[in-house]
C-alpha cells in the first residue's frame, strides 16, 4: 500500500516522544531525526524537509508546548498539521463557472492515467455535481487513445465529441466547443495528447489549445509511482501552461509518498483528485486532512 513505510516510520517516531513522560531538547532532537529520514526516505524533497524539520522545531519549542500538561501529545499534533499543511490546507474544488459552460484540458505525460483520469472526473461531475458533461477526444497522437476515451464514455454514459485521428487536436477543441455550447453542456473536458517527454511539440499544441479554450481548469496527471518526478514534471507544465490541479494517479501502488508531500508546497498548485485503481470509480476527491490521518496512523 503506498505510504506504508513512511506511515510505520513515522508513528514509530510519535510513540517515541508520546511514550516519554516529561519532554526534554534531547528527545526531540532525537524523534526530529527520525522525522527527517523517513521523509527522505520516502523521496519527499530535500527542501521540503528541511522546511518541515525547522517549522516543526520552532512551533515545539516554543514556551507554549514545553510548559504544557502533555507537550508530547501537543508535538504529535504539530507534527500532524504540519503534513496536513504540506499537503494542502483546505480541500481544493473545481472551479465551475457561476454561469454557462466550464472548461478543464487535462494534461500529463503518456501513461500518467490522463484519459482515464477524463472519464473518471467526467463520472465524478456527473453523478455527484449534476452537471452535463461532453469529453472530448484530442489526443491524436497516441494510437487508441481516441477509441479508448469512446469506450471509457459508452461505460459511464457520458458523450464523446472526436474528429478522428487525422483532425488536429486544435481544430477539434474548437468544433467541440461549438458542439458544447449548442448543446447547452456544463462542462467540457479535453483530453489532451501525453508524451513520454515534455518536449516543445507538446508545449506549443497544448498552448495553442489553452489560447483557443481558455479553460477554467488545467488539471495535471502525475504518477504516484515516479516520485520526486512528480515535482519536476509540475514545475515544468506550471511554468508553461500555468496549471490549477493536480490528479495523483496510481496511490493503489506501493508508492513511497514523495511526490504527493512535495508537490503542493514546491509548485503551490492543489492536488484535486487521486486516483487509486483502473476503474472508473477508483477516484476521490483529495482531502489533505484525511491523508494527513492516513500517513501518520
Ligand atoms: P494516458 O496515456 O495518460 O492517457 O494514460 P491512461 O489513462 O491510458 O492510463 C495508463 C495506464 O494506467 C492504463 O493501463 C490505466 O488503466 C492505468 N491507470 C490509470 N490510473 C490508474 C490508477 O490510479 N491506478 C492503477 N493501478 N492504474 C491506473
Known amino acids: 500500500m503506498a505510504f506504508e513505510s513512511l506511515s510505520d516510520r513515522l508513528s514509530k517516531a510519535m510513540r517515541k516522544i508520546s511514550g516519554q513522560g516529561k519532554l526534554t531538547e534531547k528527545n526531540m532532537n532525537d524523534m526530529l531525526k527520525e522525522v527527517r529520514m523517513s521523509l527522505l526516505e520516502a523521496d ?27 507537550p508530547s501529545q501537543m508535538v504529535v499534533k504539530i507534527v500532524h498539521d ?6 494542502g490546507e483546505e480541500d481544493a474544488q473545481i472551479h465551475f463557472k457561476k454561469q454557462g459552460m466550464t472548461t478543464i484540458m487535462m494534461v500529463g505525460l503518456q501513461g500518467t492515467g490522463k484519459t482515464t483520469a477524463s472519464a473518471k472526473i467526467a463520472k465524478y461531475c456527473k453523478e455527484k455535481l449534476k452537471k452535463r458533461v461532453l469529453l472530448v477526444a484530442c489526443d491524436v497522437v497516441r494510437p487508441a487513445a481516441i477509441e479508448q476515451l469512446q ?8 458523450e464523446v465529441f472526436s474528429l478522428g485521428a487525422n483532425v488536429n487536436a486544435v481544430q477539434t477543441a474548437r468544433q467541440a466547443l461549438d458542439y458544447a455550447n449548442d448543446r447547452q453542456k456544463d462542462l467540457v473536458i479535453f483530453d489532451t495528447a501525453g508524451r513520454l517527454h515534455i518536449d516543445e511539440a507538446l508545449m506549443q499544441e497544448l498552448s495553442d489549445m ?18 520526486q518526478d512528480i515535482v519536476t514534471v509540475a514545475k515544468d507544465f506550471n511554468e508553461q501552461l ?37 476503474k472508473v470509480d477508483d477516484l476521490e476527491a483529495f482531502h489533505p486532512d484525511r491523508m494527513a490521518d492516513r500517513i501518520l496512523g
Request: glycine share 10%; net charge negative.
Open 151 to 158: 469506450t471509457l464514455g459508452k461505460e459511464i454514459d457520458v
Open 242 to 278: 500555468s496549471i490549477t490541479g493536480l490528479v495523483v494517479t496510481k496511490l493503489d501502488g506501493d508508492a513511497r509518498g514523495g511526490g504527493l508531500l512535495s508537490v503542493r508546497s514546491i509548485t503551490q498548485v492543489p492536488v484535486l483528485f487521486v486516483s487509486n485503481g483502473e
Open 210 to 227: 489553452k489560447a483557443l479554450v481558455q479553460p477554467d481548469e488545467i488539471l495535471l496527471t502525475v504518477d504516484a509511482m515516479t516520485g
Open 44 to 70: 519527499v524533497n530535500y527542501d521540503v524537509v528541511k522546511n518541515f524539520v525547522a517549522d516543526v522545531k520552532e512551533k515545539a519549542l516554543g514556551q507554549e508546548v514545553m510548559e504544557s500538561l502533555n
Open 82 to 87: 504540519e503534513v496536513q499543511t504540506l499537503l
